[in-house]
């Protein structure tokens, strides 16, 4: 069965700081997916990015980079010089290719608050 | 990214009463929805799945009878939550499926309050 671990309840930090956000996944399938997704208050889903299995690929987008680990079964997530605007819950997911692929398994969030 | 129109936003309504919601996708024919609840501060759960012309599957746990789903068309799909109690209360987003390929796409989610 599929499982998504995200350690980190609530995270705090001042402007301009860095942060990682962890999540570390479990699955028995060879092919699967890994997303992130950023929830401000409003509650819509702001997608951030999608993984594959075989793409083990470091990524960088302006202040926001991913660590993708199969060795450890990871893909943590980075913002650099946070702001304001970052503070929301951040979701990792995780979708299986057996199961269709866009059926997403999601963690239990991390709550970031960056503090001006 | 696709667009994904998801209404109500926001609902109050009566213990015992129901609510429909509508999700449509409005540049794709989407055969596939999932339908997702999110309780405060909790994670977001896969509620059911459904495809269009055919019964919803409801995960574990899930009242297939509390929780109507039609996929009638497919742009468009309803989740009705029949006979509401304040425990449904909860936020519910839909996600239609556009492909393997892509990214997941999601409505803007309808926050229900049931009093």
């Known amino acids: 069965a599929q499982k998504v671990t995200q350690a980190q309840t609530e995270i705090s930090v001042v402007e301009k700081e860095d942060v990682t956000l962890d999540c570390v996944y479990e699955?028995?399938?060879?092919?699967?997916?890994l997303f992130w997704y950023k929830q401000p208050p409003s509650g819509e889903l702001v997608f951030l990015i999608r993984?594959?299995?075989?793409?083990?690929q470091n990524e960088i987008s302006g202040r926001y980079s991913w660590n993708f680990q199969k060795s450890t079964s990871s893909f943590n997530f980075t913002i650099t010089a946070s702001q304001v605007v970052d503070s929301a819950v951040y979701f990792c997911?995780?979708?299986?290719?057996?199961?269709?692929?866009?059926?997403?398994?999601f963690g239990t969030g991390t709550r970031l608050t960056v503090i001006p | 990214g696709a667009v994904v129109s998801q209404h109500p936003s926001r609902v109050i309504c009566k213990s015992g009463t129901s609510v429909k919601i509508e999700c449509r996708s409005l540049?794709?024919?989407?055969?596939?929805m999932f339908w997702y609840r999110q309780f405060p501060k909790q994670s977001l759960m896969l509620m059911a799945t459904?495809?269009?012309?055919?019964?919803?599957?409801?995960e574990q746990g899930v009242e297939k009878d509390k929780f109507l789903i039609n996929h009638a068309s497919l742009t468009l799909s309803t989740l009705t939550v029949t006979s509401a109690h304040p425990e449904d209360s909860s936020f519910y987003i839909c996600?239609?499926?556009?492909?393997?390929?892509?990214?997941?796409?999601f409505g803007q989610g309808t926050r229900l309050t049931v009093v």
């Open positions: 997911a995780l979708s299986e290719a057996r199961t269709g692929a866009n059926n997403l398994f």
């Open positions: 699955t028995r399938d060879t092919t699967y997916y």
């Open positions: 993984r594959n299995s075989f793409d083990e």
């Open positions: 540049d794709f024919q989407a055969t596939t």
């Open positions: 459904s495809n269009e012309g055919s019964k919803a599957t409801y």
């Open positions: 996600s239609p499926y556009r492909g393997r390929n892509t990214e997941a796409f």
